[in-house]
């Protein structure tokens, strides 16, 4: 089967290879999903890729085409906050991938999409409560703090204190029944706004997947893989996320500045990173053939000698919710 015959096309994988050509050594795609990157990196010139990713049903999919490839694709389950003990050994590159892969929205049972009726699941992998568990559970504040600082929902308390209602008399077990609900809880969109429950399904993930937690992890899991001269890319399809790899990148490239204008100047750490790019769009020709492009941002760095190091979570601006409790 060609790439092209494959649902998930990689977004912005031509600008991925051109910033850092030529590409060779050995690489870890973090976000394997069907492929796309681990291709496109082998095609470009990587002797080796290590594909990770958290969804074991990507693996069975990537049967029918992965021993084409021989000893150069490793295909390896697990998160990618831990792909520095995955690959061993020091790597040329990295890349991640934060999207949720058309692969997975279309599989109406994994419970992804507002737009497909199935179980409320969300999980990326098939351990830890479902996004039916933290609707079921969640008090109303905690439920709207997810919505609010996971999805930006500004309607969050609204929203919430309609799930506490309806799930006094039914439990809300699908997706069609969360996104009925969310729709009659909030106007009715204008021509071409977003569907109501965008945001909602949206913090629902990411509080289900801890995406944030394993954000950061990842970055310094990939700060502590890379070789000196090695290419960290990261692509993010919403500003939360895309902020999170920004200031993790000023950080830990020396461009953090100090948090407090007040504070003695403290002295830095050696950067970790150099070469840090501005967020890189897709261009209008992508996007007409892939419109999961439009919303996309690439940000990537140069790995220097310096020690690796933690990630001044401060400086992130990580969201904090309060997930103890009932759940």
């Given at each position: 089967?060609?790439?092209?015959?494959?649902?998930?096309?990689?977004?912005?994988?031509?600008?991925?290879?051109?910033?850092?050509?030529?590409?060779?050594?050995?690489?870890?795609?973090?976000?394997?999903?069907?492929?796309?990157?681990?291709?496109?990196?082998?095609?470009?010139?990587?002797?080796?890729?290590?594909?990770?990713?958290?969804?074991?049903?990507?693996?069975?999919?990537?049967?029918?085409?992965?021993?084409?490839?021989?000893?150069?694709?490793?295909?390896?389950?697990?998160?990618?906050?831990?792909?520095?003990?995955?690959?061993?050994?020091?790597?040329?590159?990295?890349?991640?991938?934060?999207?949720?892969?058309?692969?997975?929205?279309?599989?109406?049972?994994?419970?992804?999409?507002?737009?497909?009726?199935?179980?409320?699941?969300?999980?990326?992998?098939?351990?830890?409560?479902?996004?039916?568990?933290?609707?079921?559970?969640?008090?109303?504040?905690?439920?709207?703090?997810?919505?609010?600082?996971?999805?930006?929902?500004?309607?969050?308390?609204?929203?919430?204190?309609?799930?506490?209602?309806?799930?006094?008399?039914?439990?809300?077990?699908?997706?069609?029944?969360?996104?009925?609900?969310?729709?009659?809880?909030?106007?009715?969109?204008?021509?071409?706004?977003?569907?109501?429950?965008?945001?909602?399904?949206?913090?629902?993930?990411?509080?289900?997947?801890?995406?944030?937690?394993?954000?950061?992890?990842?970055?310094?899991?990939?700060?502590?893989?890379?070789?000196?001269?090695?290419?960290?890319?990261?692509?993010?399809?919403?500003?939360?996320?895309?902020?999170?790899?920004?200031?993790?990148?000023?950080?830990?490239?020396?461009?953090?500045?100090?948090?407090?204008?007040?504070?003695?100047?403290?002295?830095?750490a050696p950067p970790a990173f150099t070469g840090v790019t501005k967020g890189i769009a897709a261009d209008?020709?992508?996007?007409?053939?892939?419109?999961?492009?439009?919303?996309?941002?690439?940000?990537?760095?140069?790995?220097?000698?310096?020690?690796?190091?933690?990630?001044?979570?401060?400086?992130?601006?990580?969201?904090?919710?309060?997930?103890?409790?009932?759940?």
């Amino acid at each position: 089967m060609s790439m092209s015959e494959r649902p998930h096309v990689p977004v912005l994988i031509n600008s991925i290879l051109a910033h850092c050509a030529p590409v060779s050594g050995t690489w870890v795609d973090g976000t394997f999903g069907a492929g796309g990157y681990a291709q496109g990196l082998l095609a470009a010139g990587a002797e080796r890729v290590i594909g990770i990713d958290r969804d074991p049903t990507v693996f069975a999919m990537a049967a029918e085409w992965a021993d084409e490839y021989g000893d150069a694709l490793v295909l390896e389950q697990g998160v990618f906050s831990d792909l520095d003990r995955i690959a061993g050994a020091p790597v040329d590159g990295v890349v991640l991938d934060l999207g949720v892969s058309s692969m997975q929205l279309d599989q109406a049972h994994r419970g992804f999409s507002f737009l497909r009726d199935g179980p409320l699941d969300m999980r990326m992998g098939d351990i830890g409560p479902s996004a039916a568990d933290l609707v079921a559970e969640l008090d109303e504040g905690r439920l709207a703090d997810i919505l609010f600082h996971y999805g930006e929902e500004r309607a969050s308390r609204r929203i919430a204190r309609a799930i506490t209602r309806a799930r006094a008399d039914a439990p809300i077990t699908t997706t069609g029944q969360l996104a009925a609900l969310v729709e009659r809880a909030l106007p009715r969109p204008k021509p071409g706004q977003s569907h109501p429950a965008t945001r909602t399904f949206q913090a629902l993930r990411i509080a289900v997947n801890d995406e944030f937690g394993q954000l950061v992890a990842g970055l310094e899991a990939a700060e502590r893989a890379l070789a000196p001269g090695g290419w960290l890319a990261v692509v993010s399809f919403h500003s939360l996320e895309d902020r999170v790899v920004k200031r993790f990148f000023q950080d830990r490239s020396g461009g953090g500045g100090n948090a407090n204008r007040y504070a003695p100047v403290t002295e830095s750490a050696p950067p970790a990173f150099t070469g840090v790019t501005k967020g890189i769009a897709a261009d209008a020709d992508e996007i007409a053939q892939n419109p999961r492009a439009r919303s996309a941002r690439l940000r990537m760095a140069q790995r220097t000698d310096a020690p690796a190091a933690p990630a001044d979570r401060a400086r992130l601006g990580l969201p904090r919710i309060d997930m103890e409790g009932d759940i």
